[in-house]
């Protein structure tokens, strides 16, 4: 079988793999180094908050009410079961009934996912409580979405103030 036309050289293929072996080698270079470049700032700050002292007034938060643990369980009541449910699927797919590390890992899943929606709904929770006995319930959505960061890093609500009776001179 012959092609048509001229067959291209050893030289010229050899030629156009370096071309663009070395193409690929520059992009991936430039990539690196802006990764490098910007990231630099990321680690140094990360290393420098590493055994600092917070800075004044970061973490003067006061504590967020306590769940109510029934009404809290009630809440997640049918998650629980739909979970239980789900492993019961997941071990009778296992045909002899051996718990091997695969069936053991997709249960563990499941319920690492569960705790996960507890945890997260406890705060939510926590946080609406300290809200509403703030009376600032009706704030904008960023507003909560905010709270929700400082919570997160301990820092909502804020801590009352303190009582200046009795020991105030003017």
């Keep these: 079988m012959r ?15 370096l071309s663009l072996t ?9 990539r690196a ?16 908050d590493v055994g600092s002292p917070p800075e004044e007034g970061t973490n003067d938060a006061g504590e967020l009410p306590a769940l109510a643990p029934e009404a809290f369980a009630a809440g997640l009541i049918g998650r629980a079961e739909e979970v239980l449910r789900q492993a019961a699927e997941v071990i009778n797919q296992e045909p002899n009934a051996c718990m091997e590390a695969v069936t053991r890992d997709r249960v563990q899943a ?8 507890v945890l997260a709904r406890a705060m939510e929770q926590r946080i609406a ?9 009706e704030a904008p959505d960023w507003v909560r979405r905010y709270r929700r960061i400082l919570a997160a890093e301990g820092r909502w609500p804020p801590a009352e103030e303190p009582s200046l009776e009795g020991g105030a001179d003017s």
Excluded: Y
Excluded at 3 to 17: C, H, I, K, M, Q
Excluded at 22 to 30: I, L, T
Excluded at 132 to 137: F, L, N
């Design 110 to 117: 499941l319920f690492r996912t569960l705790a996960d929606e």
């Design 33 to 48: 180094n802006d990764l490098i470049e910007g990231g630099h700032d990321r680690v140094g700050d990360a290393v420098n």
């Design 22 to 30: 070395g193409w690929v080698f520059a992009v991936c270079a430039q």
């Design 129 to 137: 409580d300290a809200e509403a006995a703030r009376g600032e319930s």
């Design 3 to 17: 092609l048509e036309g001229p067959a291209p050289s050893v030289s010229s293929l050899l030629s156009s793999w």
